[in-house]
T-cell receptor, first 117, second 117 residues
């Protein structure tokens, strides 16, 4: 089965500094990867996805992610963090349901990003 | 556009009572997902519908849990009887795509916070 790992429970960064939230994946075949963000008392919101093509994917709110096949990573990045970026971030990978052709998402455990003023 | 709508937003009830959570997916989306989020287990996929048909219910924890999708605009998740360990935030998500085979992101509702006393 496909899986993703988020090695950090929490990432702390000062406002204005660059941020990175890490994600590594384990898949058979080509990975379809996603990043979601969750603000307090809200559902997950889609940020960006990698299907194919350029290894640098740009998404919402100034976020981007870099797909690295050799390192099996898909780290989320932003050049300059904002206090309002503080939230829970989830990496996810598409997993095909056996013999159905249907797909679902498998989510990581989440990384809490705390941006200090 | 209206997003995924879940009701109620909060539910507090006593152990043994029946609980019904409701979801209205985004119009035109043909895949619907129910998730449960807890601190201990993170985000778990409970059940997945496509075109109102359950595709994968392997995540439903016990027979006490059941889900229905009588039409394209409504789904319910029922717990009967409820237990304190069912306390969690339950999310509904929907996505477009052809038979769930697409690579479109899932759109989440803001969840139902369920507390079983």
């Amino acid at each position: 089965a496909q899986s993703v790992a988020q090695p950090e429970d929490q990432v702390n960064v000062a406002e204005g500094n660059p941020l990175t939230v890490k994600c590594t994946y384990s898949v058979s075949g080509n990975p379809y990867l996603f990043w979601y963000v969750q603000y307090p008392n809200r559902g997950l919101q889609f940020l960006l996805k990698y299907i194919t093509g350029d290894n640098l994917v740009k998404g919402s709110y100034g976020f981007e992610a870099e797909f690295n096949k050799s390192q099996t990573s898909f780290h989320l990045k932003k050049p300059s963090a904002l206090v309002s970026d503080s939230a829970l971030y989830f990496c996810a990978v598409r997993d095909m349901l056996m013999n159905t052709g249907f797909q679902k998402l498998v989510f990581g455990t989440g990384t809490r990003l705390l941006v200090s003023p | 556009d209206a997003g995924v709508i879940q009701s109620p937003r909060h539910e507090v009830t006593e152990m043994g009572q029946e609980v019904t959570l409701r979801c209205k997916p985004i119009s035109g989306h043909n895949s619907l997902f129910w998730y449960r989020q807890t601190m201990m287990r993170g985000l778990e996929l409970l059940i997945y519908f496509n075109n109102n048909v359950p595709i994968d219910d392997s995540g439903m924890p016990e027979d006490r849990f059941s889900a229905k999708m009588p039409n394209a605009s409504f789904s319910t998740l029922k717990i009967q009887p409820s237990e304190p360990r069912d306390s969690a935030v339950y999310f509904c998500a929907s996505s477009p795509g052809t038979g769930g085979r697409g690579n479109q992101p899932q759109h989440f509702g803001d969840g139902t916070r369920l507390s079983i006393l």
